[in-house]
Each structure stands twice: as structure tokens, then as C-alpha cells.
């Protein structure tokens, strides 16, 4: 372990982003740039109801609108559908009954059941206006009325007829790292010297990218080829996905992701409204456009977090724990992706987390709603740490311990790696001793505790809150299978390709570095290509917290398989064994003698077009594929410490001081690694003081636009302040994931922080979000 990275000449360093000159200068290149000629514009009619049968549909006003090419409902476009499922999850997996518009019913306040084709997006509107529709409302099944357990238990009133019950999912269910019981837990509780039991509850928030969905898509029957640019984060899984629902091979389809406003998740998969563009344009032979507005993105663009879980942990007289048990239940909505929307499993196996016991039960259940599903949001089993993390701090003030002691006592120590989790997980290079101690240390604790106490003799309500987490990002299936590609071109310039969809990551800077390092060239002479089916190689796109994880590590191992061959073919040129040569800035050098060199481009000549005078068996050319297989799990860990006051008038928390201490072994650009950490923060502070997606209690939507759906600025986030614990990875490059550990671990970090500024009052802080009157209530004993 250390504080400090050896860093070479460009891994390590924080190089300037290569992405800021165009975004920054408002050049960037996204959906809503690309011009096609005879492009035909898209908006769809949503439902004002949450459940009900559609009772009329009469389009024929739309139709007859000057301009107006086409309007579609679910009974012209649903038939089309072949097939649909994600790449991930695979086809035998559940799935929701798919519809790309509603065909006969509704099941949530903003699904879409006709679309308009029409010349320019103003007179799509004004014909989705001219549409005669009426329902028969019914009761919506919703966990806001109901409960969980009384949506789960409503065997008349289904979300899904077809299902035949509200149970999406649930846990054990044949899970082979989850055992159907624990009765030595339960011999635990029965004895143990604490046994303490809480319920801590998560609102709905969104991921609200800057960037809203969209997709261009044209089929042209005559070259039988469709071409797709859309707002995703993985241009070869819309393309698998136009190609299973419309029966085409997917050598049919060109997809291409340029530039992507953001994404958290929410453009990880192809969503109706994108996959009904793409039948129509298949329908039209002409070009089709949807952009989503900011009011569709707020209703319809995929919801997360309204989840909650019940924790049982106990310890004994010294405050360690001896075992835990868990509940999770999670509302998924009407059509969640992928699959049927449930983290579970992901929590069941994560939940133990930087802790050390053994005895461990989980069980869950994920329900669908007449809502919004469910969408992947930075982090989507994060209520495990949200969790674990208040219940450290509950049970720790329930046997009169400070939480950083507590937390001392229970984390995984240095000298018990390897260590294998209840879970069967195996950590072989985490640092939870030192990130929490360095966060503690960074953070003042112990020096807070003393001005805590004198600011509550003035009155002030002063807080301080821990949390944290090991990230786990996967490395299963298609997931640690990913493929980077390395070109020197003939002109001695790098081209490097992956199967990534950057949409915020700095990927085209970070692989670059990697590249450049390895193969021993400048880094002004990489450039990285991706998001383009015909151009980058097959991958699942970026999310998971794997880009330089697993296309880091690939991206290297194929930079050094290259710089071999350049070496191998350096030294017929010079006359030298490979074993002498060095090769530095795209220049390769007999070690010893500078003089006697050549340059990158003079060996990409040769390389390319002195194949006669290459060693016998040698292929011609600069270029090599590399596809990385990466471990079950990666993983990474941090400390997050927060301090908050509270206005004991208003109610109102304002966060004063934030830490992060974070372990992502080598990192590749500690100025885009921080940057990472600081969107996640941002994330969670709006997530627990500003966001909350609200239905009423018949399932229509409250918070619409960002005057009722609020999100932070600026001026509500502290100046965070990053700490570094490195220790490399055993994967190549030593690279670890980090980029949803932000979002993962802040939100308990400010709950713990308001829970004990509160703890004058006696509150019960267990539920989000804590706005001002959440916090008033709070203070009244309500």
C-alpha cells in the first residue's frame, strides 16, 4: 500500500481530457446534430393514467394533418417484434410482456401507445394533440398505496395479467451463493449480547443525463442496410437489438454512439419508444428522428431507487458483529430493464461488504408497479452499502460506541487477506483499514467531536457522517470478455479501437494514455476509435465500472503485444537482437547507441511494404487484437466522511466539508479519477437532500419538470477533497474499478451525517429524502 503512484510519462499523470476543446466549446457531436436529408421527426402520445383499458383510440384527425406522414399505433407496430432481450442478461432470462406501444390497456402514467410521423417535430406535436383518445380507469397497483407487501399479496389487481403476479422477482430463488436458511444465524440472535433490527427506506430518483434519449435510424431497402446513431452507451447492444426484433443480421445494421450527454445506466439498453423509431424507419424506408424532451426524460426515461431493506445485525458485548440478516424489496415498475429490474442477487452477494463476519442470511423481493420502470442508475444495488452503512451507525449508538470505533473494530484488516466474504467473494487487494483511516485522519475526527460538542451548547446542530464500501465491478460473461484493437498506421500514427461507449468517462484520453505508455509513442499520436459497430470490435459498451478495468488492461496488453512486432521488425532494420532495443516518443534506439535508430513510421514502412524483406513466418502490417479475460469480480474500495449543520429553524442541511479517501490502484488520470468521485458525490447529495420522483396515490406523476424535480448546483456542494491509498490490481495494469463507488457510497454518508446532528432530538433517521421538512418533521418527533 502507498499514497503515492509511480507514475510514468502518461499513466499517472492527469493529462488534459482530450473531449473538453469540443465540449466544453459547445462543438460536440450528438443525436440531435446528425442531418440526414428527408428526415421525418417522431413524438409520441403518453398516457395521462396509470392503469386503465383503452377504451377509444381514434387517429384520424392526426392523420389527416398537413405534414403528417404516418401515426402508428401498438396494434400496427407490436406484431413486428421477433424477439427482445438483452445481450447481457441472455435470452432465457424473464422478461416483462414487451410491448413498443400500449396495445389494448395502459399500465403507466406516461407509456406511450401512438406515435406521429410527421415532417418537423412541431407538427408531430400538434398531431399527437389531435388524437381522440378515453379510458376505462382502473386502480393502479402501487407501492406509494399499497405497500410492498400489499402489492405482492393484490392477486386480483395485476400489473402484468399475463404474469399472473406482482412478484417480479425474489430471493433465495436457486441462488447457489445463497443458502434457503442460516439456523447457525439464528442461534447467533438467539444469544448474542445485541441484536438490533431497522428499516431504512430509499426514494424514487432519476438519473436526469444533460443529454436526454434519442436515436436517427434509416433503413434503405435497396443496399439492405439500416443505419443507426443514438444516445446510448453501447453501440453494439442497440444493433444486437434492432437485429433481434426485426429478424435481420446484424450485419445489416451500423449503429453508431458520437458524442453522449451522459447516460448513468439509463442508455445502457434500448427502451421502446428507440426500438418503435427503428421499426418505423424499417416500415418507411426513410430517415426518422425522436429526441426526448426534459419532460419525457423526468416521466418516461427510466426510474431507480425506490427500494428498501430491513437489517438484523448482531454483535457481541465488545461491538463485533457476529452475523447479519437482510430483506430486500425493490419496486421495478411496469417494464424495468434489463430483465425484470431486480439487483438483488448483486446486493445478496455485495451487502457483506468491508466487514468481517460470516454468519449472513439475505432474502428479497422486487415488485412491479403501474410506474415507470426500473433503470440501471450508477451503482443499481447500491442499497446494500446505503443500508449497511446507516445500520453501522444505528447499532453503533445503540450500544453506546462512536462509529469510527465501531467501524474499526469490524472492518477487514490487512493481515487477513485473502479474504473470502459469507458470500464467497475473495478480496485480494483492498484497503478498507487505510481509507478509513486516512479519511478520518483528512476529515479531522477526532477534532470535530470536540467542536461538536461545544457548537451544541450554542445550539448549533453539527454532524459528522461515515460510509463505506468495496466496489465490485464484473467481469462475468460479456462483461470481461472485451477486445481492444492497436494499428500503426502506414504513416507511423497509433489507431486504437474498443468496443467502448464513453458518455462522460474520458475514455478517448484515458485509453490513450494506456496505449501510448505500453507502445512507447506519443501520446498526441493515439487516437482512439469507438462507438461504431463497422469500426470497434464487439463489446458490451461502457458501464459496470470497467473501463479501465477490464479495456485498460486490455488496452495495455495489446500496446505491449504490438511494441513486440515493432522490435521484432526494428531489428532486421538495424540489424540488432529485439532484446537490445528500446523504443521512446515513436522512436526505436539500440539501447546504448542512440545513433543507431529509426523511427515508428520507417518501420510501419517496412511493416506494410517490405514484406520480402521480413524474417521468414512474419506477417506483414502493425496491428493486434487483444480480448482480455477478466476475473468474476474486480474490485476497489473507499471511505467517504462528511460533516453537515443543520438550520434549526428551516430545517435546511448544508454539507460543509467533504472527504474521499479512495483505493482504485493505478490510476490512469488522477484528475479524471477525481472527477469521477466528484459526479458520484454530486449524485448522492442530490439524491438525499434535493431529488424525489413523487407519484400521488392513483400513480400520476407530481415532479415533472426541474421546478418540482430539483437537483443541485454549484453553490450546495462543498469543495470535495480527495485522498489516494494505491495499491495495484492484480489484472493488468493494476487498474481497479471506481466509477459509480461515488454514487454508491455518499448517500449514507450524508444520512449518518444528519442522524448525528440529530441525535439531540432522539430522531429515527431511516428514510430519504431529508429536505427541509423531512428534517423539521424530524426534529418534532414526527
Same mark, same amino acid.
Given at each position: ?24 466549446? $459547445? ?122 407487501? @400489499?402489492?405482492? /399479496?393484490?392477486? *386480483? ?26 439456523? #447457525? ?7 448474542? +449480547? ?40 453501447? +453501440? ?5 437489438? =434492432? ?13 453508431? =454512439? ?6 448513468? @445506466? ?29 419532460? *419525457?426524460?423526468?416521466?418516461? $426515461? ?61 432474502? $428479497?423481493? /422486487? ?8 433503470? #440501471? ?19 453503533? +449508538?445503540?450500544? @453506546? ?38 479519511? =478520518? ?29 468495496? *466496489?465490485?465491478? !464484473? ?15 502506414? $504513416? ?13 468517462? %474520458?475514455?478517448? &484520453? ?20 469507438? @462507438?461504431? &459497430? ?23 496488453? #495489446? ?55 521480413? !524474417?521468414?513466418?512474419?506477417? !506483414? ?14 474490485? %476497489? ?125 432522539? #430522531? ?19
Amino acid at each position: 500500500m502507498s499514497e503515492h503512484q509511480a507514475a510514468g510519462r502518461y499513466v499517472g499523470q492527469s493529462v488534459r481530457r482530450r473531449e473538453d476543446l469540443r465540449l466544453i466549446t $459547445g462543438n460536440g457531436r450528438y443525436v440531435e446534430d446528425v442531418a440526414w436529408p428527408g428526415t421525418l421527426h417522431v413524438a409520441f402520445l403518453r398516457s395521462p393514467v396509470a392503469r386503465g383499458k383503452i377504451a377509444q383510440l381514434d387517429v384520424s384527425a392526426a392523420q389527416a394533418l398537413d405534414g403528417v406522414i404516418a401515426v402508428y399505433t401498438g396494434k400496427d407496430l407490436n406484431y413486428e417484434v421477433k424477439s427482445w432481450w438483452q445481450t447481457m442478461i441472455g435470452p432465457d432470462a424473464p422478461q416483462p410482456p414487451r410491448r413498443l406501444l400500449a396495445e389494448d390497456d395502459v399500465r403507466w402514467t406516461g407509456e406511450a401507445l401512438a406515435m406521429v410521423i410527421a415532417t418537423s417535430r412541431y407538427v408531430a406535436e400538434d398531431g399527437v394533440d389531435l388524437i381522440d383518445v378515453d379510458f376505462d380507469t382502473e386502480q393502479a397497483v402501487l407501492t406509494e398505496r399499497l405497500g410492498f407487501d @400489499g402489492v405482492a /399479496a393484490d392477486t *386480483e389487481n395485476l400489473v402484468h395479467p399475463e404474469w399472473g403476479s406482482n412478484v417480479a422477482a425474489s430471493l433465495p430463488a436457486g441462488n447457489p451463493l445463497m443458502p434457503e436458511s442460516n439456523p #447457525a444465524l439464528e442461534e447467533i440472535f438467539a444469544s448474542a +449480547a445485541h441484536v438490533v433490527t431497522e428499516t431504512f427506506n430509499q426514494h424514487r430518483y432519476i438519473c436526469v443525463p444533460m443529454e436526454s434519449r434519442g436515436i436517427i435510424a434509416s433503413w434503405d431497402p435497396y443496399r439492405e442496410m439500416l443505419e443507426i446513431v443514438a444516445a446510448t452507451q453501447s +453501440a453494439h447492444e442497440i444493433r444486437s437489438a =434492432a437485429g433481434r426484433m426485426l429478424g435481420l443480421n446484424e450485419n445489416k445494421i451500423h449503429a453508431v =454512439a458520437e458524442d453522449v450527454g451522459g447516460g448513468f @445506466g439509463q442508455k445502457m439498453y434500448p427502451t421502446a419508444e428507440e426500438l418503435a423509431v427503428i421499426v418505423v424507419t424499417y416500415k418507411l424506408s426513410r430517415p426518422v428522428r425522436w429526441i426526448e424532451d426534459r419532460n *419525457e426524460n423526468l416521466l418516461a $426515461g427510466g426510474h431507480a431507487r425506490r427500494e428498501d431493506m430491513k437489517l438484523t445485525m448482531a454483535t457481541d458485548s465488545s461491538g463485533k458483529i457476529l452475523g447479519v440478516k437482510a430483506h430486500h424489496r425493490e419496486d421495478v415498475g411496469s417494464f424495468p430493464l434489463p430483465s425484470v429490474g431486480s439487483n438483488a442477487s448483486l446486493s445478496a452477494v455485495l451487502l457483506p461488504g468491508p466487514y468481517d463476519f460470516n454468519q449472513y442470511f439475505f432474502s $428479497g423481493q /422486487a415488485v412491479f408497479t403501474n410506474t415507470n420502470g426500473k433503470c #440501471a442508475y450508477r451503482g443499481p444495488w447500491m442499497m446494500e452499502s446505503v443500508a449497511r452503512e446507516q445500520m453501522v451507525d444505528v447499532v453503533a +449508538a445503540e450500544i @453506546g460506541m462512536d462509529p469510527l470505533e465501531f467501524r474499526r473494530r469490524n472492518i477487514i484488516q490487512p493481515d487477513q487477506l485473502p479474504y473470502t466474504t459469507a458470500t464467497g467473494l475473495v478480496y485480494e487487494s483492498v484497503t478498507p483499514h487505510d481509507t478509513l483511516e486516512q479519511a =478520518a485522519e483528512m476529515i479531522g475526527y477526532d477534532a470535530f467531536r470536540i467542536e461538536q460538542a461545544a457548537a451544541r451548547e450554542n445550539g448549533r446542530l453539527l454532524g459528522i457522517g461515515l460510509s463505506m464500501y468495496i *466496489e465490485a465491478s !464484473p467481469g462475468f460473461g460479456i462483461l470481461g470478455a472485451e477486445q481492444v484493437n492497436v494499428r500503426v498506421d502506414y $504513416g507511423g500514427t497509433v489507431l486504437a479501437s474498443t468496443g467502448t461507449g464513453s458518455h462522460g468517462q %474520458s475514455v478517448e &484520453t484515458t485509453i490513450a494514455q494506456v496505449v501510448a505508455e505500453n507502445l512507447g509513442v506519443d501520446f498526441a499520436d493515439v487516437k482512439l476509435v469507438q @462507438g461504431d &459497430t463497422a469500426t470497434s470490435p464487439f463489446g458490451s459498451g461502457t458501464g459496470g465500472s470497467r473501463t479501465a478495468s477490464v479495456f485498460g488492461g486490455a488496452a495495455k496488453e #495489446a500496446a505491449l503485444l504490438l511494441k513486440q512486432k515493432v522490435l521484432l521488425v526494428a531489428a532486421e532494420m538495424l540489424e540488432a537482437d529485439p532484446s537490445d532495443l528500446e523504443m521512446d516518443l515513436g522512436v526505436v534506439s539500440v539501447a546504448g547507441n542512440p545513433e543507431a535508430k529509426v523511427t515508428l513510421e520507417q518501420v510501419a514502412a517496412m511493416a506494410y511494404a517490405g514484406a520480402m524483406m521480413l !524474417p521468414e513466418g512474419m506477417e !506483414p502490417g502493425l496491428d493486434v487484437t487483444f480480448r482480455i479475460r477478466a476475473p468474476l469480480f474486480m474490485y %476497489s474500495n473507499a471511505t467517504h466522511a462528511a460533516i453537515v449543520e443543520i438550520d434549526p429553524a428551516s430545517g435546511a442541511v448544508k454539507v460543509l466539508r467533504y472527504v474521499v479517501s479512495e483505493d482504485c490502484g493505478n490510476m490512469i488520470n488522477p484528475m479524471v479519477v477525481e472527477g469521477q468521485i466528484a459526479g458520484g458525490v454530486v449524485q448522492g447529495i442530490g439524491g438525499v437532500f434535493y431529488e424525489n420522483f413523487v407519484y400521488d396515490t392513483d400513480g400520476n406523476p407530481l415532479t415533472t419538470t426541474f421546478l418540482d424535480y430539483l437537483l443541485p448546483t454549484a453553490s450546495e456542494v462543498p469543495i470535495i477533497e480527495y485522498g489516494h491509498v494505491i495499491t495495484p490490481s492484480p489484472t493488468p495494469g493494476g487498474f481497479k474499478p471506481m466509477g459509480e463507488g461515488g454514487a454508491i457510497c455518499s448517500p449514507a454518508a450524508l444520512i449518518n451525517a444528519v442522524r448525528d446532528a440529530l441525535t439531540p432530538f432522539g #430522531a429515527k433517521v431511516n428514510s430519504q429524502p431529508l429536505g427541509p421538512q423531512q428534517v423539521v418533521d424530524l426534529m418534532e418527533g414526527n
